[in-house]
């Protein structure tokens, strides 16, 4: 069957799941499961034994915990009338899955400003964001995609490390017709930074959050540097992220990337995640 949920589309094991193809159950484990066990939580099934710690969060291994949870999500009404308690996902399931986690429950809203065209595409990096975010629910909402033609000096001025973010505001809003609220992220795309030795900056506060790519970055990197964005902390728990697949963690990172339990509950908390 094709998954419509934001939690589960596009990710081949559960698509396999879907049809039986296999289906999951105790000793599988992968993305797929991972994204189960987050959706049962999201779902008001808690699963203590299952997050924390240095892998991934939830974990993505499918042992008696899980089990239990999906047998207690089989006997609910979440997605539908009761189905056999079995505690497997497979094509019953997996279809009440998709419908109790029909839609977004939040939504980012970031604007892309374009001051030198990035090695990877615009396009590509959104793609990646989209999809990322989407798995736990988040709807990733390109509000605007602008062109913005600074002037050389002003193009110097962006590539200072300590710029202000109430600066990359005003030349932002002077030179294109976008006006940035506080609960909205800016992303600009530049040629460099001076001294040139991140690829990469972001800032947070009460009044705004920017951040500034470089033009050689990864497609990731929009989705990497958003999340700083989210999680609002320089010491929070995006920092020293030790599993690769996880979006945070330091290059390279492993597709198919992925955000931790304790990632999403500290984003929960940040005036710029909203409610969709």
Excluded: C
């Amino acid at each position: 069957m094709a998954l419509t949920s934001p939690y589960f589309r596009n990710v081949p094991q559960l698509t396999a799941a879907s049809t039986n193809s296999p289906w999951l159950g105790s000793g599988s484990s992968g993305h797929g499961v991972h994204l189960v066990q987050f959706g049962l939580i999201d779902l008001g099934f808690p699963m203590p034994k299952s997050v924390g710690g240095t892998g991934l969060s939830p974990d993505g291994v499918y042992g008696s915990e899980t089990v239990q949870k999906v047998k207690e999500f089989q006997r609910s009404t979440h997605g539908g009338a009761p189905i056999k308690d079995d505690g497997a996902v497979g094509r019953n399931t997996m279809a009440k899955l998709d419908r109790a986690l029909a839609s977004f429950t939040h939504k980012v809203r970031v604007h892309i400003f374009v001051v030198v065209t990035p090695d990877a595409p615009v396009a590509t990096a959104e793609t990646t964001a989209k999809e990322l975010y989407g798995h736990y629910g988040i709807d990733f909402e390109v509000a605007s995609i602008q062109s913005l033609a600074l002037t050389a000096a002003e193009e110097t001025e962006f590539s200072q490390h300590g710029l202000l973010f109430a600066r990359m505001k005003e030349l932002a809003e002077a030179h294109t017709s976008v006006r940035i609220r506080p609960n909205e992220i800016m992303v600009f795309y530049i040629r460099r930074f001076n001294p040139d030795t991140d690829l990469a900056l972001s800032k947070a506060n009460h009044t705004g959050a920017v951040t500034r790519i470089k033009k050689n970055a990864d497609a990731s990197t929009l989705a990497h540097e958003v999340a700083h964005n989210l999680i609002d902390s320089p010491r929070g728990v995006s920092e020293h992220v030790a599993h690769k697949q996880n979006i945070l963690a330091t290059l390279p990172r492993t597709t198919p990337f992925v955000l931790s339990f304790e990632q999403i509950q500290q984003m929960r908390r940040n005036i710029r995640l909203l409610r969709a």
